[in-house]
Structures are given as C-alpha cells and as structure tokens.
C-alpha cells in the first residue's frame, strides 16, 4: 500500500527519462495507471495505487501519466486507506 509516498508524475519533456521504482507510471497497452514496483526478467512490475495485483509490463510500454490520472490515483489511493479505516 503507498498512499502515504509521494507520487511523482512524468511530465514528458525528456524522452530518455524512465520512471524510478515507486513513480506513477501508465500501461499504454492495457491503459491503466500505477506504480511501477521493481523488475523482473527484463519487465517491469507494476501495481495499481491503492494496492492490489502485481501485473507484468515491457519497458516500451510504459508512458507519462496526465494531472488527472495522477488526482485519480491519489483518490484511489486514499479511499482505500479509509475502507481499511486506517
């Protein structure tokens, strides 16, 4: 669970840069948002902000997220923390 990291957008203006272990980051195959986790096999580990499933993504398929992916996940994020209660 992160919901008490900090997120850190890609802004895309460095086409070179990559996004760290624990950046918000965005699937543009399956088009979904999350923080990238670590690495494996040559791929990427990724999962959703307020926790859950681990999925696997190849490092091409990676790409910057928009202010409003990034207040979604924050959101997300959150309501998971309170319906935890925690």
Not at 17 to 31: E, F, H, M, Q, Y
Request: cysteine-free; charged content about 30%.
């Amino acid at each position: 669970m992160i919901a008490a990291r900090s997120f850190v957008v890609m802004d895309g203006h460095d086409e070179q840069s990559r996004p760290g272990i624990g950046d918000l980051a965005k699937d543009t195959v399956r088009n979904k948002v999350g923080v990238l986790m670590g690495e494996a096999g040559g791929r990427l580990l990724m999962r959703p902000p307020g926790g859950g499933r681990e999925w696997e993504v190849d490092p091409g398929d990676i790409g910057p997220v928009t202010a409003l992916e990034e207040m979604r996940a924050r959101n997300s994020a959150r309501n998971r923390m309170t319906r935890l209660g925690l």
